[in-house]
């Protein structure tokens, strides 16, 4: 900054007894209320402290000596930048002396006191374009000050000031030089680490235990080796070095970090190893199960303790490449904490879903998607099952429709007033193979309890829910059963197709038989799952985990806390909107009473347009149902029954949203609908009937509001279909945003397009920015 044009007052130079005092208290204020500041120019919070203070002291010094053209500069720069915080009141005094002491010929520690003020403002500065911008402001409005203050100096502090800076120069180079042959070293190592480890976790579920106890191990060393190369004492003063600090800080953390987790993920998988089976001869060792809670507990803690760390490295001072790996590791230990904080949740759950502390007594139902509930299928047979202190025995099983008779004579209370609205029209207190009516399984578990009950006089403490997809994940584990009533034996390649399809063609003429093949494949299947070795925890959860996902297998219990703990893993399926969040789901339930459901294919495609600032969403669901099923040659159970003619699918649809509905057009036509308030958001029902061989096209206008802001959330729950739903989805703003991120979506054009998994739940995020 230039004096060139502005009248100056020679700078005072001869110290007085009278003004030296006062510039020292000045220069002394001005350095405490710096130490004060909340930033955070370095990696230590002491050597910030030292830096603000000694900034503080030197830019109230200069002020005293500066020029007026600065001084006045410094001044009017720091109260604009401040404004329309309360330190632009701060700011404004300092320009207001600057001007006065310009104009007068004040006492220099006003020249001093006014260049103070002006920058405890600027390093108070509110959040302005991106970041870096305010520390920019600050050093454009302080450079021309202490170059104005070091020209007024006499020559002999010049000197001393220019060795000074030469000496913290030279130093700055001795440490940036050490500091980056350590990063450099150490960079390697941690890419080296952090991929092994990465692989290691996704290739667990097929990898021998040997092999991913040796890759984590190999990961553990890498992190150990890098975290070495980091720790020499001439690596340390670089953390008081701005920017340099701040990765050579990551690289650390990041080192560490690594070091134990894959230290803890190796004698977790060592521990887990699968060479001890969980279950044998109908009895779960519940010893081995308590071995794992502390490794769980470990495991947890520790993830909990690096997603903080890492999360605290956040600073705009990281260059992109390395602020995008830390996202990621961020976003990956944001994942896997809560899953391992879950984990050790369920094991402390063990001992009171497995009866330790009492008899505890399930009841397991047998669903087929071949006619469809909204849950999933319809019951078709049930089994009971008691657990005592990890003992599991076969109480009895049974075909659904024997249980009708007498829950009919019983006429039993299914829900409460709002459920009998919407659900009494499926009459589950006469059928029990509705009970699977509505979408979530916590009410149709509900009904299934008390309708057990009242038709069998048995009081549950859970319920447990396979359809076909279900019951082959668990073959996979227990290997293939042997079905009598079926004359042939199934494994987890043949039973869903055996059970949706082939038993009806087999027993065409027979349906006593028909049902007698599933109670038998339920009881077969369960007394395998518990008479047979079982593998390893690890091995059981990657098996099964799909098909939890997928809404095949979930699991209940009436005891609320350990409701509460399953309900985290997500096998109790929860259904409906999360607060704040978008909702999709196309539900349908057969009202042919016939397995037409086998030929059922359904596609959606989701258009939403949301506005970051008001949080409002306008939406156009297109749904496309397509009948593949023949109009003849297949027995009436397939095709006929209800069905008329043959061959055409009559169902009740629904779709579950957020947002209210403005209209629905099927093929074209207004259609009314029945509209409900469940599950925190909207149903929509009509009957539908889709000849054979015909596809319809269904168009569903929707509007309403979610949370605003740059983040649009929609969570997408597909129902468990012998012919998984296709959910495909597009997210725009329209001209004032576009999309920039999406966790499930690829982004194009500024828009989120793409196909999200058929499973259960579905979170999809998608980030807006302004054009």
């Known amino acids: 900054m230039s004096d060139a044009g502005v009248v100056r007052r020679p700078p005072v130079t001869r110290k007085s007894t009278n003004t030296t005092p006062a510039i020292a208290a000045v220069v002394v204020l001005s350095a405490a209320a710096a130490f004060l500041a909340s930033s955070s120019p370095t990696a230590s919070r002491w050597v910030d402290f030292l830096l603000l203070a000694v900034a503080g002291a030197i830019v109230a010094l200069a002020a005293s000596r500066a020029g007026d053209a600065s001084l006045i500069w410094i001044g009017a720069v720091a109260t604009l930048a401040a404004a329309p915080s309360w330190w632009t009141i701060l700011a404004g005094a300092g320009f207001a002396l600057a001007l006065l002491s310009a104009a007068f010929r004040a006492p220099v520690w006003v020249r001093a006191l006014a260049g103070a003020l002006a920058f405890q403002a600027l390093l108070r500065l509110p959040p302005v374009g991106p970041f870096g911008a305010c520390s920019a402001i600050a050093v454009a409005a302080c ?47 941690l890419t080296q680490g952090a991929d092994l480890a990465r692989n290691a976790v996704q290739k667990a ?38 920017i340099l600090g701040q990765h050579v800080r990551a690289a650390t953390v990041a080192a560490t970090a690594g070091e134990s987790l894959s230290s803890t993920a190796a004698a977790t998988a060592e521990k887990i190893d699968g060479s001890q089976s969980l279950v044998s001869n109908g009895q779960v060792d519940i010893s081995l199960l308590s071995s794992y809670r502390p490794i ?42 809560p899953a391992a904080a879950t984990t050790a949740k369920v094991l402390r759950s063990t001992d009171g879903i497995l009866g330790v502390n009492g008899p505890r007594t399930y ?18 047979g049930y089994v009971l099952i008691t657990v005592t202190n990890g003992r599991v025995e076969l109480l009895q099983s049974g075909k659904a429709s024997e249980l009708n008779e007498a829950l009919s004579a019983a006429a039993p209370k299914i829900g409460d007033a709002q459920f009998s609205n919407i659900y009494g029209r499926y009459q589950m207190d006469r059928y029990f193979n509705n009970v699977t009516a509505p979408a979530d399984f916590s009410l149709a578990a509900t009904a299934a309890r008390d309708g057990f009950a009242a038709a069998a006089g048995t009081q549950v403490d859970g319920v447990i829910l396979a359809d076909p997809a279900g019951v082959a994940a668990l073959l996979e584990l227990t290997g293939a059963v042997d079905v009598p009533a079926a004359e042939r034996t199934l494994d987890a390649k043949t039973v869903e197709q055996y059970l949706q399809a082939d038993q009806y063609v087999q027993f065409e003429q027979d349906s006593s038989g028909r049902t007698d093949v599933l109670v038998d494949v339920a009881r077969a299947v369960t007394e395998a799952l518990f008479n047979r070795p079982l593998p390893g925890p690890a091995k059981i959860v990657s098996t099964l985990a799909p098909a939890v996902r997928g809404g095949h297998l979930m699991l209940i219990s009436f005891d609320p806390q350990e409701q509460q703990t399953l309900a985290a893993t997500g096998v109790s399926g929860a259904f409906g909107t999360t607060p ?31 506005d970051p600032r008001t949080g409002a ?39 579950h949203s957020a947002l209210e509905l403005k209209g629905l057009l099927v093929d074209g036509v207004a259609t009314p609908v029945e509209t409900h308030e469940e599950f925190g958001g909207y149903s929509y029902r009509f009957i539908l009937e889709v000849p054979a061989g015909a596809t319809m ?16 959330r929609l969570d997408v729950s597909a129902q468990p279909m012998v012919n998984p739903d296709r959910y495909s989805l597009t997210v725009s703003d329209g001209e004032q945003f576009q999309a920039s991120t999406s966790n499930q979506l690829d982004i194009l054009k500024g828009e989120a397009t793409g196909v999200v998994p058929s499973q259960w739940r579905t979170p999809v995020e998608v980030t807006f920015r302004p054009n």
Request: charged share 15%; hydrophobic share 45%.
């Open 617 to 655: 969403v306008q939406a156009t669901a297109q749904v496309v149902i397509r009948n593949d099923a023949p109009s003849s040659g297949l027995p009436p159970i397939v095709i006929g029954n209800g069905s008329v003619p043959a061959g055409n699918n009559k169902m009740v649809l629904a779709v």
């Open 580 to 610: 704040g969040h978008d909702f999709l789901s196309v539900r349908g339930f057969n009202a042919n009473a016939n397995k037409i459901d086998s030929f059922l294919h359904r596609s959606i495609n989701y258009s939403a347009e949301f």
């Open 363 to 380: 009841l397991v139902l047998a669903t087929n998607p071949a006619e469809t509930r909204e849950l999933g299928g319809f019951v078709g």
């Open 697 to 712: 096209n269904l168009s569903y206008q929707l509007a309403g509001r979610i949370n605003p802001g740059p983040e649009y």
């Open 143 to 189: 450079l021309p000050l202490l170059i104005s203050g070091y020209r007024h100096c006499t020559s002999i502090n010049r000197r001393r000031w220019g060795i000074s800076i030469a000496a913290i120069l030279v130093v700055l180079v001795i440490i940036c030089s050490a500091a980056g042959i350590a990063t450099l070293r150490a960079a390697p190592q």
């Open 205 to 242: 579920p097929t990898d021998e235990a040997a092999v991913t106890v040796e890759k984590l191990r190999n990961a553990e060393r890498l992190f150990s080796q890098a975290q070495n190369s980091l720790q020499p004492w001439w690596v340390k003063p670089s953390l008081g070095v701005p």
């Open 296 to 337: 769980a507990e470990q495991a947890a803690q520790e993830l909990q303790t690096a997603k903080r760390e890492v999360s605290n490295l956040a600073s705009g001072w990281l260059l992109p490449p390395v602020r995008q790996q830390l996202t990621n590791l961020t976003d990956e230990l944001s994942s896997a904490a």
